[in-house]
């Protein structure tokens, strides 16, 4: 069956350090994969894209990494803020305008 | 940048009334709109997929009589929940595709916190 999974429930780290989220999928072909970031009680806003034939994207503190052969993608978020602290989503385009969304990493950043 | 709003942004109601959420792009045409559930620390399940002037296309499990969508224009969707009962209590999201984004990028509303008492 199709399935998304994303690494942990919850993430704790250190302020400063680098948070690293992944995403693994299986029995998906998707031509991209996007992250989001979600607030509690608000809807996702988008961060980041990557193609298949990606290997990495970066903006600002934020890279994505894009393995197909593996079905993988790590989000990092280096030199973690406070405000960083939110709920990722992965989210794969499947086709026909469908998109697929992880249940998503909670990240907690520490002061 | 593209901006959905969503309204209302709460609603309470009794069992068995019904509820419209309205969902609009205020700075580009949404060719597109998508309609979301999602129930506490869980993903978004797609509900239904609207194109504007044509019938939504739901995803199966979704029943149709149940959740309303009318997508009337290119900046306007609605979801009317008819006959609410308690487990119909979510959260209601829905976004946007269209104008310049690529890749068919989705641009989410702020969501609908519905409670069916």
């Known amino acids: 069956s199709q399935k998304i999974e994303q690494n942990s429930e919850a993430l704790n780290i250190q302020e400063g350090k680098t948070a690293t989220l992944t995403c693994n999928y299986t029995n998906y072909s998707p031509a991209y994969l996007q992250w989001y970031r979600q607030d509690p009680g608000r809807g996702p806003v988008f961060l980041l894209l990557i193609r298949e034939n990606e290997k990495e994207k970066r903006k600002e503190r934020l890279k994505v990494t894009f393995d197909t052969t593996l079905k993988q993608s790590l989000f990092h978020i280096t030199a973690s803020q406070p405000a960083d602290s939110a709920t990722y989503l992965c989210a794969l385009y499947t086709g026909g305008f469908k998109t697929i969304f992880g249940a998503g990493t909670r990240l907690f950043v520490k002061a | 940048g593209a901006v959905v709003s969503q309204h209302p942004s709460r609603v309470i109601c009794k069992s068995g009334t019904s509820v419209k959420i309205e969902c609009r792009s205020l700075d580009f045409q949404a060719t597109t709109m998508f309609w979301y559930r999602q129930f506490p620390k869980q993903s978004l399940m797609l509900m239904a997929t609207?194109?504007?002037?044509?019938?939504?296309?739901?995803e199966q499990g979704v029943e149709k009589d149940k959740f309303l969508i009318n997508h009337a224009s290119l900046t306007l969707s609605t979801l009317t929940v008819t006959s609410a009962h308690p487990e119909d209590s979510s959260f209601y999201i829905c976004?946007?595709?269209?104008?310049?984004?690529?890749?068919?990028?989705?641009?989410f509303g702020p969501g609908t916190r519905l409670t069916v008492l």
């Open positions: 976004s946007a595709s269209g104008g310049e984004s690529s890749y068919n990028e989705q641009f």
């Open positions: 609207s194109n504007e002037g044509s019938k939504a296309t739901y």
